[in-house]
């Protein structure tokens, strides 16, 4: 089937691709680990491969269904969750994926729709022999999700390359306002949206890690969990300091903009005193008495030329000064 790769992880063999008809759960040794990766989620395929599996009572509308609440439900022979892994391509917005774990004695079943970037590269990565047949289905699925958190990760990187680059921005030239403010918006929005991804699935990990989950408290993985949860927490913590750093942008940002419009203030200011200077001597000029400056050939010349060389002489003063 195309839709569905089947690995065989045989800690004291060999690690293989196999077909699902040659799958035998009952046969898989205790140093065998089976991972099926269904990238559709199409009825016919879930059905063929928790039927090869001897998974009985899937509950196949909510795996189908990539919409709904990351959530586990328990079952007799296996246990069933679903979280949000996050798809993140240069210069574009992240993207949200679920993805649907289904986890049974020495197996493995993950579902989601499209290509999953860090299960194609875990693949790639353990394409050679590996002890992954050593593992139990649940130190391995705590693998997986600990990739599916670094997802978050991967998209923040991108949003502080960003910030960074806006920082930059802001401090070095002026940057036109409604070019900064659809960026900044779309920061926001995309801090949010991992936020909003994220935090629904703290029951999910939760649930895993707690001391009453039998089938993770009686394995060997316990610990792995543990760990998984305060990776889970890290993750959390990173998101808020992001949305603190976008934020933090758009501060700078305001606080030049008042640093410039201070700036533009004094320098009109100082324009009125100058205007208002030359306007006051003009006026005394123009007053209706004799003076000796009226009587040369060119004294509107003369007078002009002052007034300019008291201009000149105020600003450069006032630029010694550094009043502007």
Known sequence: MENVKLYLYDASGKDEEVDLKDVKVDSLGTKQLLWVNVSARDNKLLDAVTRQLGAKNVPCKSVLDDSGRPEVERFDDFFRFCVDSVVSDEGQSPKKVMVDFIVGKNYVVTIHSGGINYLDEFRERDKGESQLGELDAESFVATLLDLNIVTYFDALEEIECEVDELDELVLKQDVETDKFLKRMVALRRDTSRLRKWLM???EVY???????????SQSDSSSHYQMLSQHFETAVDAIEHAREMVISVFELYATKTTHLTNILVQRL????????????????????????????????WVTVAGLIFFAIGLAMFARFRRWI
């Open 206 to 216: 939760y649930s895993l890690s707690r001391p009453d989950f039998q089938q993770v």
């Open 200 to 202: 629904p699935q703290r």
């Open 269 to 300: 200011t100082f324009l009125t005193l100058i205007t208002g200077s030359v306007a006051v001597i003009a006026g005394i000029l123009g007053m209706n008495f004799k003076a000796d400056i009226f009587e040369l050939e060119y004294g509107f």
